[in-house]
């Protein structure tokens, strides 16, 4: 039982993290219907400068702001000077752009950050605390913390807000928001900020835990898209179930089976979603009128 525990909890506390990388997916994805496959580079960013500003005796709290500040400009930066001049593009083109700008990014990370492989200090320590049994670091509790404030803060964006209410607006029909003066394009570059803010907290929040290194977004932004797939690309509640999911049973996997079977969960997982129910968990099935 207390192996069940600890799996559990180690489950849900990578799950938040996937969890944030799928809602800047489905974030993206509902204002825009581009999928980025740079988000997980923005979680990677974060942490990667806030860790070597650190090494050069900048204060903690310092780096993670100036990380978190670096990663919002580089979403920016990437509507303005690649999705933005593609204009009207397909999707597949779209695609191939965001692809590009992973690798961009990643590239030159490596040149100005580093290859090596960094670790962020504990917000609050690295003693282990006792929690239904299992034990489980203070880190630990700061990814779900974090994870649950945001999700809550995004929920009430688009709920309270006029900005959010534009940015659904902007989502279900384009055209019809510039023409009440919505202003569509600023939306859309907001859109791929607050993306990019997602996973620039998620990144520094996790990189205690998991450490960071140039090319681990790949694997996060993989595992974030399977996440917002599963639950239904575009509900911002399917990404958070999604990614809870997808780490629990890699937890569970790695636990009971083996640790080396632990990265093809979320391949099986994306065969069978595509197979069986490819509108995901919480998706909705498009019908159009002729």
């Known amino acids: 039982m207390n192996d069940l525990a600890q799996f559990l909890l180690s489950g849900l506390t990578t799950g938040a993290v996937y969890a944030l990388a799928a809602l800047g997916f489905t974030l993206i994805y509902n204002a825009s219907g581009v999928i980025n496959f740079a988000q997980g580079d923005f979680l990677m960013l974060s942490a990667m400068v806030a860790a070597t500003l650190l090494a050069h005796q900048v204060s903690y709290g310092i780096a993670i702001a100036v990380g978190i500040a670096v990663t919002v400009l580089v979403g920016v930066m990437l509507y303005r000077f690649a999705i933005r001049p593609a204009g009207e593009a ?59 404030l945001l999700v809550a803060a995004v929920a009430g964006f688009f709920r309270y807000t006029l900005t959010g209410k534009a940015m659904l607006a902007v989502a279900a029909n384009r055209l019809a928001a510039s023409a009440v003066g919505i202003p569509a394009r600023r939306i859309l570059q907001l859109s791929f900020g607050l993306s990019a803010l997602l996973g620039a907290v998620a990144g520094v929040t996790a990189a205690p835990i998991t450490t960071t290194v140039y090319d681990i977004g790949l694997m996060l932004g993989m595992k974030g898209f399977v996440a917002a797939t599963l639950g239904g690309l575009g509900s911002g509640l399917g990404a958070v179930v999604g990614g809870l999911v997808v780490g629990v049973l890699e937890a569970l996997v790695a636990g009971y089976v083996s640790s080396a079977y632990k990265d093809a969960v979320p391949i099986g997982l994306i065969i069978v979603i595509l197979l069986v129910m490819p509108h995901g968990l919480f998706g909705r099935k498009s019908t159009e009128r002729v």
């Open 90 to 148: 397909d999707v597949v083109s779209l695609i191939i752009i965001t692809i590009g700008a992973s690798i961009f990014i990643q590239g030159v990370v490596q040149v100005v950050l580093g290859k090596n492989q960094q670790v962020l200090p504990p917000f609050t320590g690295d003693t282990p605390l006792h929690v239904l049994g299992a034990r489980v670091l203070p880190q630990a509790l700061w990814v779900l913390g974090v994870a649950a």
